[in-house]
T-cell receptor
Framework: DGGITQSPKYLFRKEGQNVTLSCEQN?????MYWYRQDPGQGLRLIYY???????QKGDIAEGYSVSREKKESFPLTVTSAQKNPTAFYLC????????????FGPGTRLTVT | GENVEQHPSTLSVQEGDSAVIKCTYS??????FPWYKQELGKRPQLIID?????GEKKDQRIAVTLNKTAKHFSLHITETQPEDSAVYFC????????????FGTGTRLLVSP
C-alpha cells in the first residue's frame, strides 16, 4: 500500500473534543502533508512539513495543529476550534531528493456530532 | 499563488468511447503535472504525470498532453471501461521554493456499459 499508513480508518467524536489522526510512513520521505477532502470537493492543504521539527500552515490551517518530531510520523490534531471538522483526511509524503511523485495514505474519515 | 481549474466537473461516456479532461494553471513556473484517480472512499493514486520538458506522455490507454504556452494540460483515456469510473484530479507544482501540489476540483467520470 505504498508504505504510508493512517489510523484509524473511521473516527467518531463528540463536538468539543480534540482528536489526533495518525500518519506514519516508512518510505524515508522528507516531506509530509495533510489534506482535507469534503464530499464532492478537491483536496485542500492543511499543514505541511519538509523536514523534522519544521512545519508550515497550508491553506486551511485554522483549528488544526501538527507536530513533526520524527521523520516517519506527522500526526494531525483536530481541535475543538475547527468549526466543521467532519471530513475525509488524507496524509501524503514525498521524497525531496529528486522524485516528483507524492504518495497518499488510505485516509481517515472523521465524523463529529 | 498557483490556481488550477479543471473541466468538466462530471463526464459520462459509453464503454469504449474516449474521455478527455482538461486543466489550466496560472503559475508559469509550474513544471510538474500529475493526474490522480480516486475511487469512492479510497486514496488518490497517481496514474500518469508529465514534466514541463515534454509535450505528451502515454501509458497504454492513458495519455497526458501539455501546452506550456497556453498553460493547459489534458488527460485522455481511450477505450474506456467501467472500471475507469472514478474521480480524476489534476495538479500542478513548481520546482522552486516550497514544492506543494495545487489540485483541481476534480472530474467525476462515469463509464456506462
Amino acid at each position: 500500500d505504498g508504505g504510508i499508513t493512517q489510523s484509524p480508518k473511521y473516527l467518531f467524536r463528540k463536538e468539543g473534543q480534540n482528536v489526533t489522526l495518525s500518519c506514519e510512513q516508512n518510505l524515508n520521505h522528507d516531506a509530509m502533508y495533510w489534506y482535507r477532502q469534503d464530499p464532492g470537493q478537491g483536496l485542500r492543504l492543511i499543514y505541511y512539513s519538509q523536514i523534522v521539527n519544521d512545519f508550515q500552515k497550508g491553506d486551511i490551517a485554522e483549528g488544526y495543529s501538527v507536530s513533526r518530531e520524527k521523520k516517519e510520523s506527522f500526526p494531525l490534531t483536530v481541535t475543538s476550534a475547527q468549526k466543521n471538522p467532519t471530513a475525509f483526511y488524507l496524509c501524503a509524503s514525498r521524497s525531496t531528493g529528486g522524485s516528483y511523485e507524492q504518495y497518499f495514505g488510505p485516509g481517515t474519515r472523521l465524523t463529529v456530532t | 499563488g498557483e490556481n488550477v481549474e479543471q473541466h468538466p466537473s462530471t463526464l459520462s461516456v459509453q464503454e469504449g468511447d474516449s474521455a478527455v479532461i482538461k486543466c489550466t494553471y496560472s503559475d508559469s513556473a509550474s513544471n510538474y503535472f500529475p493526474w490522480y484517480k480516486q475511487e469512492l472512499g479510497k486514496r488518490p493514486q497517481l496514474i500518469i504525470d508529465i514534466r514541463s520538458n515534454v509535450g505528451e506522455k502515454k501509458d497504454q490507454r492513458i495519455a497526458v498532453t501539455l501546452n506550456k504556452t497556453a498553460k493547459h494540460f489534458s488527460l485522455h483515456i481511450t477505450e474506456t471501461q467501467p472500471e475507469d469510473s472514478a474521480v480524476y484530479f489534476c495538479a500542478a507544482r513548481r520546482n522552486t521554493g516550497f514544492q506543494k501540489l495545487v489540485f483541481g476540483t476534480g472530474t467525476r467520470l462515469l463509464v456506462s456499459p
